[in-house]
């Protein structure tokens, strides 16, 4: 009745398949001859769908499914994305740890089995193979109940039901689809980047006085302090330091601070994303990244091989990475970003009633932070005040302290507090939100966002200063980014949902923290911007409207 499985490809060539069918026998099918792939999953899912009490449990289902693509039900169950659920700070959810922690059983893992061994034709016979590939199949079918208990105690069942496992389907269809990158437009975005660093290198080395490696910290530190005189030295035991904080003390000061600055910045987008994305570049002239469900212990989606989601923002040299990312022929990108997502949930949880009306009145947030903290008529908010007012905003959602708004905003640790304190006063139930918030993890060790999801805060109970005043920081914004995140997927799973369901032709393919890019044939614009917003808006009832920004354009810098 019910069936455990994993299968083995490696590089595309298919292997075998494990099977168990009572938790205790686990059996390896060899595939050869006649006994191949295709009879192996014909028969498999024969049973599977003609036989409603069987349940197919595995323990990497988005891996399961490019070989074996069965439809999002309630008879599969995928013991790592349960067991992330139950403890979302761990580093691996290998059978081997739910065999620990689910079933109070010690067995080998993976690595201890084959060491650094890939499974082959040559060593799937191997004892230790045979072995692995048993312990892979019999503990998530073993560890199933348990784990389904465990969810249900815990009050997150119908999040994993409703919410994870129908992300593990969206995630699996985006890395299925990838997205396309111009590679030769990457390859000039190179170019003029090699061509900056040069730039600033010889602009430093005048500056110097002498050519010296500016990739060496001992060396910069050398010039800089020893040679320079500049002041803010800090010594280390290598030498001095010349991390960011330095650097940024000093830069806006001397003009070889800031092109070191720049040197560094630029040559790490020339490293990263002009050199290192091109690798990733497939035969199909797409990039078919990874998206990690069980990494972020708040809840949202990582991305791998490459990094999609840390594509630069903040300047506009790192923001034209995003032209190499183009659509296929006659397909637009369309994209959509939650405007402010996190404020608004502190403000559904927080019930301050100032901060509802102003989302709801459809306000300038951070003017009217601005006119609150810095007593000024809202009219009379500058630049600056609004720039340092968005820092608070955002910086509050993060449990920022006093000292870290200084460093921000480099002004002093007194005025800074005098910033937070005024915020305080002007929405005094985020306060009592927020310390409530922490109450609540200490007694209970975990926080809970509005969808269940957990998180252990261990650091709270700690006696170290600096670990519990991380342990409230941590407390403080679990909630919201992970209600965010919640949000986010559900939003992700229903516009995926309908694409397929109402047969259109564009397709979801990336997803990067607050944002959705749908890859838009031409003749769906309007459905798809429609489609986009309505699912965005309606994907969560808060105590403020959801807005989401939607755009388009012939690339990814243009739609964002």
């Known amino acids: ?32 001859m006649f006994v191949n792939e295709e009879l192996i999953f014909s028969r498999l899912r024969e049973i599977y769908e003609k036989n409603e009490k069987c349940y197919l449990v595995t323990n990497d289902l988005k891996t399961l499914l490019k070989v074996f693509p069965v439809a999002s039900e309630d008879r599969i169950f995928d013991t790592s994305v349960a067991a992330y659920l139950l403890n979302p700070s761990k580093d691996t959810y290998a059978y081997d740890d739910i ?18 061994e890939v499974l082959s034709v040559m060593t799937v016979q191997e ?39 129908p992300t593990v389907y969206v995630l699996r269809h985006m890395e299925k689809a990838g997205i396309r990158v111009d590679a030769e437009a990457l390859s000039q975005y190179g170019k003029m980047l090699g061509e900056q660093v040069d730039t600033l290198a010889n602009a430093i080395y005048t500056e110097a006085g002498k050519e010296f490696n500016i990739n060496s910290p001992k060396q910069l530190g050398e010039i800089l302090f020893d040679e320079l005189k500049l ?14 904080d330095v650097l940024n003390r000093l830069k806006n000061d001397y003009q070889i601070v800031a092109d070191v600055w720049d040197y560094r910045q630029v040559s790490k987008l020339k490293s990263t994303y002009a050199d290192g994305l091109a690798a990733f570049i497939r035969a199909d002239g797409r990039i078919h990244g990874t998206f990690n469900q069980t990494i972020t212990a708040t809840g ?21 990475i995003r032209k190499v990312f183009i659509p296929k022929e006659d397909y637009v990108f369309v994209d959509a970003d939650y405007s402010q997502i996190e404020l608004r949930v502190l403000a559904h949880f927080s019930n301050d009633e100032k901060l509802i009306q102003a989302y709801h009145d459809n306000q300038d947030i951070h003017a009217l932070t601005a ?27 993060y449990g920022i302290s006093a000292f870290g708004l200084s460093q921000d905003l480099d002004i002093g640790q007194k005025e800074a507090q005098g910033y937070i304190d005024s915020y305080f006063e002007t929405y005094p139930k985020i306060k009592e939100f927020l310390d409530r918030t922490v109450a609540e993890a200490k007694e209970k060790g975990v926080t809970k966002t509005l969808y269940g999801r957990i998180r252990p805060v261990p650091e709270l109970s700690s006696s170290n200063y600096m670990q519990r005043q991380f342990g409230e920081r941590v407390a403080m914004n ?33 997803q990067v923290h607050d944002e959705l890019l749908i890859e838009t044939h031409k003749d769906e614009i309007d459905e798809v911007k429609q489609i986009l917003e309505t699912e965005m808006v309606h994907a969560c009832d808060l105590a403020v409207p959801l807005i989401a920004e939607v755009k388009q354009g012939i690339n990814w810098y243009e739609a964002k």
């Open 127 to 165: 004892k230790k193979a045979m072995d692995y590939i048993g312990y892979e199949t019999c503990v998530p079918f073993m560890a199933m109940e348990p784990l389904k208990k465990a969810l249900e105690e815990a009050g997150e069942y119908s999040l994993y039901e409703t919410i994870e496992l």
């Open 371 to 397: 006119s609150q903290v810095f007593g000024v008529p809202i009219d009379e908010v500058d630049d600056l005040m609004r720039r340092n007012a968005k820092a608070v905003n955002f910086g509050i959602v």
């Open 1 to 32: 009745g019910k069936w455990g499985i994993f299968v083995l490809s490696e590089q595309k060539e298919f292997i075998g398949a494990g099977i168990t069918t009572d938790g205790k026998k686990a059996y390896f099918i060899i595939c050869s």
């Open 99 to 116: 065999a620990r922690d689910y079933l109070n059983v010690t067995v080998p893992s993976r690595k201890e089995l084959l060491e650094k």
């Open 478 to 510: 679990a909630p919201i980014q992970g209600t965010a995140a919640d949000i986010i997927k559900i939003a992700m799973i229903r516009v995926h949902d309908r694409l397929i369901r109402e047969k259109y032709k564009s397709r979801l393919i990336l």
């Open 300 to 320: 949202r989606i990582s991305s791998t091989e490459p990094n999609l989601q840390n594509i630069p923002m903040r300047t506009e040299l790192g923001r034209q």
């Open 231 to 244: 002041p803010g030295a800090k010594k280390t035991k290598t030498g001095y330091s010349t991390n960011v």
